[in-house]
């Protein structure tokens, strides 16, 4: 994919093109200083002169993230996704809205595509897993958070909700097992399994 339609920029004068490159060199500028309201409303601007800008709509999905106005986040992600249906972020952007908003289905179709497109994107393993959750689908979210812990083998979270599984699955001595080797590199996250699950690690192992 070239550059100029990654960017969203073939159905746009020279002028046009011209102008959007000065107010998103302009925007970038903003976030770097932290100024996320202006740069906010210069995308908006860059929006405004042509609407299939994916820099644009990517990052005004973020700021309405960040903001948790979801609704609106997933409304920029998706116009950004069917613009650029081949890049797997789009797709992981689009289900971690929906599974934020307790779409379970949609969720899961879009972080699937998300790892068909590239199955070494670990956080999408990882959103998998919590969508298959949702579902009370317990023996597929293991299989999505082993793969993210064997991306991300020091990420505490997959491990986390490795042991919140077990337990949802009555096996507390796999979810024991877990805790034991999450104890061995985030203690912290260990010891708040140790109160949510009643279960006691062995500190001498």
Not at 164 to 174: G, I, N, Q, S
């Amino acid at each position: 994919m070239s550059v100029k339609t990654q960017l969203g920029s073939s159905h746009v004068s020279g002028s046009g093109t011209s102008k959007c490159w000065w107010l998103r060199w302009q925007a970038r500028a903003l976030l770097v200083l932290g100024l996320r309201k202006q740069a906010h409303g210069l995308f908006q601007q860059i929006l405004a002169i042509n609407p299939e800008d994916v820099l644009a709509l990517n990052t005004l999905g973020y700021h309405e993230l960040n903001e948790k106005r979801l609704v609106q986040a997933l409304a920029y992600f998706e116009r950004a996704l069917a613009l650029t249906p081949s890049h797997a972020n789009a797709h992981f952007n689009v289900g971690f809205v929906c599974e934020a908003l307790g779409r379970s289905q949609p969720a899961e179709h879009a972080f699937k595509k998300a790892i068909e497109l590239d199955s070494k994107l670990d956080r999408a393993w990882y959103g998998l897993g919590l969508t298959l959750v949702r579902q009370q689908r317990f023996e597929e979210s293991l299989v999505a958070f082993k793969r993210n812990t064997e991306l991300q083998s020091m990420s505490p979270y997959a491990w986390y909700q490795m042991a919140r599984v077990h337990m949802e699955m009555h096996a507390p001595d796999k979810a024991l097992e877990v805790m034991q080797h999450l104890n061995g590199f985030e203690p912290k996250v260990a010891a708040q399994l140790e109160r949510e699950t009643g279960l006691r690690l062995n500190r001498s192992a």
